[in-house]
């Protein structure tokens, strides 16, 4: 299957600083790519969506200041947590798909883990 | 009530067990729906996926959707330590991907 690198794959950072964490598609093109989070034993809950060359569409319930979106290029989009607290620590996921009609697949990355302390 | 359920478990088998696994969904616009494995601290890898009611064959795994009663399996043959993870069920529709998940079953296959 096709690749998705994310980067860092954890990160431990001091309450009210900025984290970025990049999601690159690696052999192919990525019209559109998702963000999750994740806590401790619970399911993966879709943030935004992110289609190449526009705004992200956020989830309800979703900071859209605090999470900020970038999906500049086919292959990388990014997702700074600006002025992180505790409470955003957890487990941020990506994945992308081509969107291709017949391709419905979607692959994900590995995963960040993000520590505030 | 979430749109997608799934009994978190724990649940564990001898190996060799066939394994079930099920989720219930409530969002009749779901066209397709997929099931993925999560090792731990990693992200999730597709296993399977269907279009429609019926069954689904890959290797030991078969997936099973009852689009009437809103029920989706999985199940696992001659499971095996490896399968040890946590299998997320997931409902999509459209072609742009929006997936939603369970809360995810973890397994453990005990040698």
């Known amino acids: 299957g096709a690749v998705v690198s994310q980067h860092p794959s954890w990160v431990i950072c001091k309450s009210g600083t900025s984290v970025k964490i990049e999601c690159r598609s690696l052999?192919?093109?990525?019209?559109?790519m998702f963000w999750y989070r994740q806590f401790p034993k619970q399911s993966l809950m879709l943030m935004a969506t992110s289609n190449e060359g526009s705004k992200a569409t956020y989830e309800q319930g979703v900071e859209k200041d605090k999470f900020l979106i970038n999906h500049a290029s086919l292959t990388l989009s990014t997702l700074t947590v600006t002025s992180a607290h505790p409470e955003d620590s957890s487990f941020y996921i990506c994945?992308?798909?081509?969107?291709?009609?017949?391709?419905?697949?979607?692959?994900f990355g590995q995963g960040t883990r993000l520590t505030v302390v | 009530q979430k749109e997608v359920e799934q009994d978190p478990g724990p649940l564990s088998v001898p190996e060799g067990a066939i394994v079930s696994l099920n989720c219930t969904y409530s969002n009749s616009a779901f066209q397709y729906f997929m099931w993925y494995r999560q090792y731990s601290r990693k992200g999730p890898e597709l296993l399977m996926y269907t279009y429609s009611s019926g069954n689904k064959e890959d290797g030991r795994f078969t997936a099973q959707v009852d689009k009437s009663s809103k029920y989706i399996s999985l199940f696992i043959r001659d499971s095996q330590p490896s399968d040890s993870a946590t299998y997320l069920c997931?409902?999509?529709?459209?072609?742009?991907?929006?997936?939603?998940f369970g809360k995810g079953t973890l397994l453990t296959v005990n040698p």
């Open positions: 052999d192919f093109q990525a019209t559109t």
């Open positions: 997931a409902g999509g529709r459209g072609s742009n991907y929006k997936l939603t």
């Open positions: 994945s992308a798909t081509t969107g291709r009609t017949m391709n419905t697949e979607a692959f």
